[in-house]
């Protein structure tokens, strides 16, 4: 069956059944955009912090009508939240965003996981399908032994304001997961790719759990038997439809090889998983189809592998104080030498130098007060 068809079937099969408003689908983003929804919160927040939002975009020389449709730009929602932080001397504007998400929130995504079986299912279900809502970032769930690691990566985060955008989206899996568990559920550690602001209180008091600073990614760390708990009051049947539905949105939505390429390598950077095999096989072909895809598209593996490492490198150095043994061990260079080499390949600087241009005091994007 084509695409085409495939949509249109789950059109009629969607307007059957009226649990969800299927102007939803309408909304699906782009890569680079994120539902509408987290603009009011935004604005919420800052008015509460004595800032006007319209003020802040005249300001960031960003043109409003961006902020007026049904999907926004990542990045441009980035680089208000870190000149609102800086306006308002507010080191904590992200948490203070993402303390404001709920399950309903996040529409069709948050109605799926409240009828998972477990929180497992829901937590996959994030994983799987939180294209339909955010084409901004990834969110990803590992399990080692006894512990769970639930992870929150932008596609961009050499961006600015991304290192709020990742303390976002942790604090509104925290919301998520109180939830679907209990109001007073609380992770084992929180880790977080930016450097400590001079008052964690904030942290502390939201997530009632230790949280690392000068992380390689932003993260919720639990313990594994959590993802059994079952969720009181789902409904299989409306998991059903919703899942109809969200394959509806996931077969409107083009995505090129490139980047899906993209948005893959942005998780595995620093795991050391960032090989041509391992993606080929993820993508369900041979190395050698995927080579010859991606060069139709215009592009290589290794050139995407790169650019991956690249725009972790710049967040990492500017958002964080990681020395260039920790952040060249997370990239997975040999030594500090090789990865000192390649950053200066690719920007021209040495990563000490373009670390003491771009630190976040300098820009104003995450004051220490």
């Known amino acids: 069956m084509s695409s085409s068809v495939r949509l249109r079937t789950c059109r009629a099969s969607v307007a059957a059944d009226a649990i969800v408003d299927l102007s939803e689908a309408d909304r699906s983003p782009a890569a ?24 802040l975009v005249a300001e960031a020389g960003l043109d409003p009508r961006v902020f007026g449709g049904r999907l926004v730009p990542f990045t441009a929602l980035g680089h208000l939240l870190a000149l609102g932080a800086s306006r308002t001397s507010c080191a904590h504007l992200g948490l203070l965003v993402g303390q404001r998400a709920t399950l309903d929130s996040l529409g069709l995504i948050g109605l799926l996981m409240r009828n998972s079986g477990t929180v497992e299912d ?3 279900a994030l994983e799987a399908h939180l294209c339909v809502r955010n084409r901004g970032a990834l969110v990803g769930l590992g399990v080692f032994d006894d512990t769970a690691v639930l992870s929150y990566a932008p596609h961009e985060p050499e961006a600015e304001g991304a290192a709020h955008h990742a303390e976002r989206g942790i604090a509104k899996a925290t919301n ?14 929180v880790l977080l790719p930016r450097s400590a602001p001079q008052d964690v209180a904030p942290y502390g008091a939201f997530f009632r759990a230790p949280v ?7 993260a919720l760390v639990f313990p594994a038997s959590l993802l059994e708990q079952r969720i009181a009051g789902a409904d299989a049947a409306v998991r059903r439809s919703v899942e109809e539905r969200i394959r509806c949105l996931e077969a409107a939505q083009s995505s090129t090889l ?3 390429l993209r948005e893959y ?22 190395r050698r189809t995927l080579s010859r895809r991606l060069r139709a598209e215009g592009t290589s593996f290794k050139r995407l592998a ?22 060249s061990a997370a990239l997975d260079f040999s030594e500090p030498a090789a990865f000192t080499h390649a950053f200066h390949r690719w920007s021209g600087t040495s990563p000490s130098a373009w670390r003491r241009e771009n630190q976040p005091e300098r820009k104003g994007a995450l004051p220490r007060g």
């Open 32 to 55: 680079g955009y994120i539902h509408f929804a987290i603009v009011q919160a935004i604005r919420t927040v800052l008015a509460e912090r004595g800032a006007d939002f319209d003020d």
């Open 122 to 124: 829901a937590l996959r």
């Open 176 to 189: 998520l997961l109180r939830e679907l568990c209990a109001p007073d559920w609380a992770p084992l550690e």
């Open 212 to 218: 690392r600073f000068d992380q390689e990614t932003a």
């Open 258 to 260: 490139t980047e899906k």
């Open 265 to 286: 390598l942005r998780t595995e950077v620093t795991r050391q998983r960032c090989n041509a095999e391992r993606a080929a096989r993820l993508r369900m072909v041979n």
């Open 306 to 327: 790169t650019e991956a490492q690249f725009r972790v490198a710049r967040h990492l150095l500017a958002d964080t104080t990681l020395t260039m043994g920790q952040i």
